[in-house]
T-cell receptor
Framework: KQEVTQIPAALSVPEGENLVLNCSFTDSAIYNLQWFRQDPGKGLTSLLLIQSSQREQTSGRLNASLDKSSGRSTLYIAASQPGDSATYLC????????????FGTGTRLLVSP | GAVVSQHPSRVICKSGTSVKIECRSLDFQATTMFWYRQFPKQSLMLMATSNEGSKATYEQGVEKDKFLINHASLTLSTLTVTSAHPEDSSFYICSARADLGGYEQYFGPGTRLTVT
C-alpha cells in the first residue's frame, strides 16, 4: 500500500529565504508525482507534475525533483514571498486503472514579511 | 491552463433536504473525475471515483445511496448529497483527470456545504 509523507509538517520563514519541502513515498513504482498548493478554504492548485521518466521540473521560482529509486521528491522554492504562504501537498497516483491520488500529509508554510 | 469549476461555491441547506454540486472541466475532457471531502485542518479524503457513462466507484465507508454521483458527459460530474444532516457539513472538492497528456489532475475550487 502506497504511503506518502511530507516533512516538515509546518515551516515558518522570513521573506526572501530559499526553502525545501520534502516528500517521500513507499512504493517507487509511480507513474508521476504532483505538487499542489492549497490556500485556506480553497481548492488545490497544481504546481508541478513530474513524470516517472523525469528528474525535475521547473516553473518560475519553483523547482521539483524526483528520485524514484529512493522514493523521494523535493520542492524547492526560491526567494520566498508572503504570497507563498499555503499548505503544500505532494501526491502520487495509485497503480490502478483509475489512478487515484495518494496525498502526503502536507507542509504548512508561513512566509512572514 | 486547465480549469475545473464547481457550483455552487457555498450552500446552506436544511436538514433532510438534498443538495447537488456540479463539477465541470472547462477546457478539457475528463473521462474520470474524483470527489473528495475535507474537514478543517485535515487532508483530502477520497469519496468516490466517477467515470463517464458508468457507475461510480465508492471508497470503503462511503454510503453510495447518500452521496449520489452522476458523470453524464466528458466534462460534467455531479454529486448529490441526499437527506443531508449536519454531520454532512464539509468542504467538498472535485478533481478531473485529463484524458490526454500526463494524466494530470486538476482540482475545482471546492464547495462549502453547511447543513442546519
Amino acid at each position: 500500500k502506497q504511503e506518502v509523507t511530507q516533512i516538515p509538517a509546518a515551516l515558518s520563514v522570513p521573506e526572501g529565504e530559499n526553502l525545501v519541502l520534502n516528500c517521500s513515498f513507499t512504493d517507487s513504482a509511480i507513474y508521476n508525482l504532483q505538487w499542489f498548493r492549497q490556500d485556506p478554504g480553497k481548492g488545490l492548485t497544481s504546481l508541478l507534475l513530474i513524470q516517472s521518466s523525469q528528474r525535475e521540473q521547473t516553473s518560475g521560482r519553483l523547482n521539483a525533483s524526483l528520485d524514484k529509486s529512493s522514493g523521494r521528491s523535493t520542492l524547492y522554492i526560491a526567494a520566498s514571498q508572503p504570497g507563498d504562504s499555503a499548505t503544500y501537498l505532494c501526491a502520487v497516483p495509485m497503480n490502478t486503472g483509475f489512478q487515484k491520488l495518494v496525498f502526503g500529509t502536507g507542509t504548512r508554510l508561513l512566509v512572514s514579511p | 491552463g486547465a480549469v475545473v469549476s464547481q457550483h455552487p461555491s457555498r450552500v446552506i441547506c436544511k436538514s433532510g433536504t438534498s443538495v447537488k454540486i456540479e463539477c465541470r472541466s472547462l477546457d478539457f475532457q475528463a473521462t474520470t473525475m474524483f470527489w473528495y471531502r475535507q474537514f478543517p485542518k485535515q487532508s483530502l479524503m477520497l469519496m468516490a471515483t466517477s467515470n463517464e457513462g458508468s457507475k461510480a466507484t465508492y471508497e470503503q465507508g462511503v454510503e453510495k445511496d447518500k452521496f449520489l454521483i452522476n458523470h453524464a458527459s466528458l466534462t460534467l460530474s455531479t454529486l448529490t448529497v441526499t437527506s443531508a444532516h449536519p454531520e454532512d457539513s464539509s468542504f467538498y472538492i472535485c478533481s478531473a483527470r485529463a484524458d490526454l497528456g500526463g494524466y494530470e489532475q486538476y482540482f475545482g475550487p471546492g464547495t462549502r456545504l453547511t447543513v442546519t
